[in-house]
């Protein structure tokens, strides 16, 4: 049971445009969600988190996006850099649950020249 | 400040034998975590310790997987008899308990069972 879905496994984007990825969460337990990067040959590295009394949290080019109601989150990157290309992985936690962290299956973003 | 530290980077071993992955974390992270992550899927939690304790080893399959964190700090992974399903890049992190979730991740260990 993927409690965790990032739908996409790729996306290709412009250089200078917006890149919008998607995740969609099945536990309603889940109260804390978290972005990570990864490059090839390196371990995720933490982008940006939000917690669920928010509904928006943003830092630099990055902005996160929460609709609880849908259990649907989004990460908009602008504007988009080729360093963007990696791998994208949404992580869900239910605080009560001890900073357990489940992940979706990583959406590939490519950024384009 | 130096992350955390996993060896080795990769691994290629035959069915049946053991093999043990190590990890140091970052100094002064009291908690830490073995994940597996499979090709096209991400990390999944095998093990997390706070300190020497394993507060949560509910994914472990304990039949081949063992894990131990002596001291509070290094760990050490071990699965013995592999098998072809464990292929996998095997991943360390450390954070700190209350730090609101925030891991950081070694480089992983590159596992293939031939």
């Known amino acids: 049971d993927q409690q965790v879905k990032q739908n996409s496994p790729s996306l290709s984007v412009q250089e200078g445009r917006i890149s919008i990825l998607n995740c969609d969460y099945t536990?309603?337990?889940?109260?804390?969600f978290l972005w990570y990067k990864k490059y090839p040959a390196e371990g995720p590295t933490f982008l940006i988190s939000?917690?669920?009394?928010?509904d928006k949290n943003e830092d630099g080019r990055f902005t996160v996006f929460l609709n609880k109601s849908a259990k649907h989150l989004s990460l908009h990157i602008v504007p988009s850099q080729p360093g963007d290309s990696a791998v994208y992985f949404c992580?869900?936690?239910?605080?009560?649950?001890?900073?357990?962290?489940?992940f979706g299956q990583g959406t590939r973003l490519t950024i384009n020249p | 400040e130096a992350g955390v530290v996993q060896s080795p980077r990769y691994k290629i071993i035959e069915k049946k034998q053991p093999v043990a992955f190590w990890c140091n974390p970052i100094?002064?992270?009291?908690?830490l975590y073995w994940y597996r992550q499979n090709l096209g899927q991400g990390p999944e939690l095998l093990i997390r310790?706070?300190?020497?304790?394993?507060?949560?080893d509910s994914q472990l399959p304990k039949d081949r997987f063992s894990a131990e964190r002596l001291k509070g700090v290094d760990s050490t992974l071990k699965i013995q008899p592999a098998e072809l399903g464990d292929s996998a890049v095997y991943l360390c992190?450390?954070?700190?308990?209350?730090?609101?979730?925030?891991?950081?991740f070694g480089p992983g260990t590159r596992l293939t069972v031939l």
């Open positions: 310790y706070e300190n020497e304790e394993a507060v949560d």
């Open positions: 992580a869900a936690s239910a605080v009560r649950g001890a900073q357990k962290l489940v």
């Open positions: 536990n309603s337990m889940f109260d804390y």
């Open positions: 100094s002064g992270h009291n908690t």
């Open positions: 992190a450390s954070g700190l308990a209350g730090a609101f979730n925030e891991q950081f």
């Open positions: 939000i917690s669920s009394i928010k």
